[in-house]
């Protein structure tokens, strides 16, 4: 969902640095081919992804939910030449897809896929990451998180994606709204925890950048 008017996001988007040819055709091929395709970053995320990871330039990113992987290019447009990402999904039927524009790319050897539930891998990789994207299922937001801060490095971005939920969070929960209430209950917390710094912003579904202490 975006929160602003569709002319006003075509304006932005038309005036942000145009995304790389290889993208819109991971864009057009999901469209294509994949369900629920607005789960795609899009172009104006995707820039904003890449800018900061170009800022900040990581030498090691975790992803957790990979979709067809559009944020996991834009984020590798930023890594140091010796740097890696390992992005998490258990859809293996988009491991193939993935691993097609991940080559095609040229980040390809740089990226590793991690194929399963990312509760269990998580706690088995090395700590040290410099970014962290969440994207994957809400209703584990706070347990991704809880188990991702230690293997941050000190001054790591943590990015959590869709913490706006099509602006459900701003409303009474219904009490069988689980990601509704899981996602109201992680932005208080990324507010409030001592642990990091927070800002929350209104970007398509709302994205909020964490620095860790």
Known sequence: MDFISEELLDY?????????????????????????????????QGRFLSMLSKLT?????????????????????????????DTLDKNEELFDFQRKYFDRSGYGSQIEQHLGNAIDIIPGLKSGYDLVFLDADKTNYLNYFELVLPKMNSGGVILSDNVLWSGKVIKQADPKDKDTQVLQEFNRLLATDPRIESVLLPLRDGLTLSRVH
Not at 17 to 44: C, F, N, W
Not at 57 to 68: F, M, Q, V
Not at 75 to 82: Q, W
């Open 12 to 44: 932005v988007t038309k005036n942000s640095h145009d995304e790389p040819d290889i993208l819109k055709e991971l864009t057009r091929e999901t469209y294509q081919k994949v369900l629920l395709p607005r789960m795609l970053s899009g172009a104006l």
């Open 57 to 85: 330039s990581p030498k090691r990113i975790l992803e957790i939910g990979t979709y067809t992987g559009y944020a996991t290019l834009c984020l590798a447009e930023g890594l140091t030449k010796d740097g890696s990402i």
